[in-house]
């Protein structure tokens, strides 16, 4: 099968493309009401409450003249279960992951918590040390240790929204293609289905795993790539590299390649952008997406399937 420019697609030259993608993008894809998950937040504070208080009481011990060390350790082999007091200072510390490496540490916390747990001073004592050496000590400076843990919990929400952003997106464009196969139907009668998260392979050991497949009479003619950028990314570059021979493999079964991609990440992809439309002209952005694919589909389905 011949490479296929879908008609929105075929531009007079890659500027064009690109101008009027950074024209038209959509810049982010979460909404305000999701922006920061306040009922997780507060849920996840009540979870830790009892924890916190924990350290309000060696911090009040501190004040009175207490051995850092001596106060964490001795607290900490107090307890029946460690482990959740271990985990929440480094929640404090806006560390969520439940092992810490550094250039001196390759830790644990569940083993750390099983050995004080089993009354090993030692370790308890290290670990009062290594919260020192992280700075610990400040976090317990502070007047109200909730509010340091609230602060806390919202910076982390960054991350959360890099997570999900990508998420959004694919929801967005599967609720787009419900659309465009009901006004393909309507229009033509034309039997479109769109099939989610398939793999397609295109030679002995070659797949290519896709968001969507674009079914026409239960045969997949294109393979959808689903991508959002509020940053820079890989995938532009990847196009570059190694999807002129994957889309050739896959135009070999007869199927050829369409990606859905946007973000405010594409102000800084510019050349990127350009250089991957030479590759693979069919690329939109949500916008482009909505108003011209339904019609590039069915101006193509119409006519004999090269």
């Not at 439940?98 to 089993?118: C, G, M, S, W």
Request: aromatic content about 10%; hydrophobic content about 35%.
């Amino acid at each position: 099968m011949n490479k296929i420019i879908l008609k929105s697609r075929n531009y007079p030259n890659p500027e064009s493309f690109v101008k009027d993608f950074l024209t038209t993008l959509t810049p982010g894809i979460i909404p305000r009401s999701n922006f920061i998950k306040w009922d997780a937040i507060e849920r996840k504070i009540e979870q830790l409450t009892s924890f916190v208080e924990f350290y309000m009481a060696i911090k009040t011990q501190i004040k009175q003249g207490a051995n850092f060390r001596e106060e964490i350790a001795n607290s900490l082999l107090a307890c029946d279960d460690p482990y959740p007091y271990i985990c929440c200072a480094f929640e404090l510390l806006g560390h969520t992951n439940q092992e810490l490496v550094t250039q001196q540490d390759d830790i644990n916390f569940l083993d750390i918590a099983k050995r004080v747990q089993h009354g090993d001073e030692n370790t308890a004592y290290l670990f009062g040390k290594l919260l020192q050496d992280l700075g610990f000590t400040k976090i317990l400076e502070q007047e109200n240790l909730e509010n340091v843990l609230l602060g806390v919990q919202i910076g982390l929400e960054s991350h959360r929204r890099k997570n999900i952003g990508g998420d959004y997106f694919k929801n967005e464009v599967k609720k787009m293609f419900n659309e465009i196969v009901r006004k393909v139907v309507v229009k033509t009668g034309i039997d479109i289905k769109i099939s989610e998260e398939i793999k397609i392979i295109y030679g002995e050991g070659l797949s290519k795993k896709v968001d969507f497949t674009i079914k026409l009479n239960n045969q997949t003619r294109f393979g959808v790539e689903v991508n959002f950028y509020t940053v820079p990314g890989s995938k532009p570059t990847e196009i570059k590299r190694s999807y002129g021979d994957i889309r050739r493999g896959l135009l070999n079964t007869g199927v050829d390649l369409i990606w859905i991609t946007d973000g405010k990440g594409y102000r800084r992809m510019k050349r990127s952008l350009r250089d991957a439309y030479i590759i693979f002209p069919n690329i939109y952005n949500l916008n482009q997406a909505k108003q011209f694919l339904a019609d590039d589909l069915i101006s193509l389905f119409k006519k004999p399937w090269p």
